[in-house]
């Protein structure tokens, strides 16, 4: 198994409804291309797959598109550009997080009419229609919250947009195709039929801490001295990065750092509080 440098590959998302000629154009302005692919070998999940990946020559600076703040815009389409080993943690958070993928065969059906079926679950961005010329009708729903997702996948229920039934899917993200290897890229001047094909839905993992022995002993002054609270709970910046911070803030409408901090403050107080408390009663038992 071949593995290749994905040191100057990025990621590049939210690409459904802007073809590959013109994507390839656009970024062929940065440096020269050496490869432009998605690792999909499914031909029936591309209908899932809103992303490409693309390989620079090594003498090009991939930098500009992850560290510069500038919009990258399509069509007044804004792409989700990452590293190519980011999109691979779970720890980022991709566009595509808050999207639903729509197939059915009524090619008379109103996108009006589908986006009136899911807009109880939240507020709605965009709405895409591309048809695949082979019967089936995909809709792509971008929401303003990844929990609308959430409560759409997680319902159980079917799916209905007047009387035209709607498979609903949600956008694969790279990890959940396949790993990182280059036998795995498909070359995306490759065509084939797209044909809808049921894919699991994939629960979000979350990470708990658990709590220390209750059997633990009374802590002393010098445990309090060198306890860290950084040691104890990942800070916002370990977790994550400044930008993905910025995402989740945005998304979300809340200031994460600041609130961290004071959460931390707080932490800090309570421990200090409580290390007077035990001194004060450590004097009253051994005089």
Request: aromatic share 12%.
């Amino acid at each position: 198994m071949n593995y290749f440098s994905t040191s100057n590959t990025i990621y590049v998302g939210n690409i459904q409804s802007i073809d590959d000629n013109t994507l390839r154009e656009y970024f062929q302005r940065f440096g020269e291309i050496e490869a432009f692919f998605h690792n999909c070998s499914r031909s029936a999940d591309e209908w899932l797959i809103d992303y490409r990946f693309i390989r620079f020559s090594s003498d090009t600076d991939i930098n500009i598109f992850l560290t510069n703040k500038i919009d990258h815009t399509i069509c007044r389409i804004r792409l989700d550009i990452h590293s190519y080993d980011a999109v691979f943690s779970d720890e980022t958070r991709l566009l595509s997080d808050r999207k639903i993928c729509i197939a059915h065969t009524n090619s008379q059906l109103n996108r009006n009419v589908i986006k009136k079926a899911f807009t109880r679950y939240g507020r709605i961005l965009n709405c895409t229609c591309v048809s695949s010329g082979n019967g089936l009708e995909y809709v792509y729903i971008e929401f303003d919250s990844i929990n609308s997702v959430r409560s759409i996948i997680t319902s159980g229920q079917n799916h209905f947009a007047g009387r035209t039934s709607l498979a609903v899917k949600q956008p694969l993200r790279p990890s959940q195709v396949g790993i990182k290897s280059e036998s795995n890229i498909k070359d995306c001047h490759q065509k084939d039929h797209i044909k809808p094909f049921k894919y699991p839905y994939h629960e979000p993992t979350t990470t708990r801490y658990l709590p220390s022995s209750p059997h633990q002993s009374i802590p002393t002054k010098s445990d309090y001295q060198t306890l860290s609270i950084s040691h104890t709970i990942p800070t916002t910046n370990h977790l994550y990065s400044q930008q993905q911070i910025k995402d989740l803030e945005q998304e979300y409408n809340i200031i994460i750092q600041k609130d961290y901090e004071e959460i931390i403050y707080q932490i800090d107080k309570y421990l200090e509080k409580n290390r007077e408390k035990y001194e004060k009663l450590h004097k009253l038992i051994l005089p």
